[in-house]
């Protein structure tokens, strides 16, 4: 072993960080962050020129501000940091050196390189193509090449994660099966490069078209192998918030899974089937076969639902029976009104949970059925559902587990605990209410990125209805206090690493230590009634399950009135 090799042990967590992983996490970490901030100074454009009363942007500087938002939200914030929980979960979590440093510190840099690079094509203007950049619409080659970039420097970051669980194996620094943490890790590192690929086999020709060097891409080829690209994008977030919210359960309530093998035959379904959810984005083109889509939007897609209904009454079951193993067991519902809701980083993630479920869960399935996706197509639904989605379950989650991490890797108190108690309320109800507003709106058929809702001065004017705009001025104020929500968050995050107090660094060795045997699962028995282990948690999911029901009816009641049969 190298003698450079330096592992700190975290005196409050008890964590053990290798120095180059730690330094590796940092650097990914904050520099998601930055794009977080540079993604929510554009939102504010976005949402105040969707707001009616307002629209505040000229068409032009929209369509350049909403490109950039996009591709700043969606790709360069979250997979940043995912690439932070990568390190984490494989270097920290099974406590072993990094494999390659250097190699990981040159994947870094093409992320940064590729970033900063397709945000220059985009400031420069004539690239204004959204994060779709369908053809034959193109934009600068920068903005190709830079995805590129991004794209090789976050496979070789996976291939790191990979090999880091190799020297992990060979050293013996774990007994058994690796944690289930670092299992769902493993997932959304499968399933990266099975997106990223996709995104490198469309967005290399696109670039050379782009550059004149062939002649034409085509069009319906592009849209399907992007969506490979853009859609799976989602899917590595999902098995990457997942994760954290088994981490989090595991750190606040020492809650272990109800079942560990379910836990992970869920992963291995994400594997075999989330991907196929991508097909939903293509559901109107007339490329596709009805059976292909059929089969993909629904059968298939199934399995990829019954896994993530499984995470959903696993992790808050999982907190239930800890909670009553410590004798909250009056009531249904006693152990998650005795949860410690002023802890941002418990909050955050439940906050996640029901939103993700209830609000991306039920309409990703609605959008996903073939029939009742054609309500909704191309309207503001679309982003209605992917905020539920990337923001309450992906983005609240990460920031969840940035407020254990600020003392625990960047070894800073956090600063204003009050204001960072309330943050992820604001912040997550908030984009509650957003996603559902916009979500109505699109259900009226509001277009999902025209610049002006009242066309204008046009010939063939819409007369909309009042609801529509009362709606779209919901959706900005709710916008502008999750704008706000995400601000508190980045000051916080930003602040305690400039001014929170420095904390003990802990104990530094050039050794390892293995990780110590895991404690028995929890008993599961006689908590509740008639049996059950969490009958809270069995409760909350039966109303979702009534929810979901209700929802798909009143779609399908919906779609019936569209057409009238004589």
Known sequence: MSKATIYRTCPRSGLQFESQAEKLMIANAVTAVVFLLLGGVLAIGVVLTRWPAVHWLASDTFYQVLTAHGIDMLIFWIIFFEMAVLYFCSSTLLRCRIATPRVAWLAFALMLIGAVTNNV?????????????????????AFYLGLILFAVGALIGCFVFFGTLVIAKQDK??????????FGAITAAIIAVFTIASGA??????????????????????RTIWWAFGHSSQQINVAAHISIWYLVAAVVFGAKP??????????LLYILFLQLASAHHLLSDPGMSTGWKVMNTSY?????????????????????????????????????????WSNPTFSGVFISIIGFGFLGGISGVMMGTEQLNMIIHNT?????????TVVIGTTLSFMALTYYLIPVLFRREMINPGLAKWQPYLFGFSMYFFCLVMMGAGTLGVPRRHWDLSFSGMALAYPWPGAV??????VGIAGVCAIVGGAIYIYITVGSLLWGKRLETGAQSEHFTPIPPTAPTLEAHGYGSLGFAAPGTFTLAMIFLVSFVLYYFVNWKYLSTLWGLS
């Open 380 to 388: 503001i639904y679309v982003p209605g559902h992917f905020h539920a």
């Open 173 to 182: 620094t774990y007994e058994g099966s690796v944690p289930l943490v670092t």
């Open 201 to 222: 086999i469309i967005l290399v020709p696109t670039w050379l078209l782009s550059m004149g060097v062939i002649d034409k891409v085509d069009p319906l080829m592009y």
């Open 469 to 474: 705009y009362l709606l779209m001025g919901l």
């Open 121 to 141: 094509a985009v400031y420069q203007g004539a690239s204004s193509v959204m994060m779709t950049s369908y053809v034959p619409m193109l934009a600068a080659p």
């Open 258 to 267: 109800m079942s560990e093998r379910v836990s992970r035959g869920a992963f």
């Open 300 to 340: 298939f897609m199934y399995f990829a639902v019954l896994a993530s209904m499984i995470h959903g009454l696993t992790i808050p079951g999982a907190m239930e029976v800890a909670q009553r193993k410590k004798g909250y067991t009056r009531g249904l519902f006693e152990w998650l009104r005795r949860a410690p």
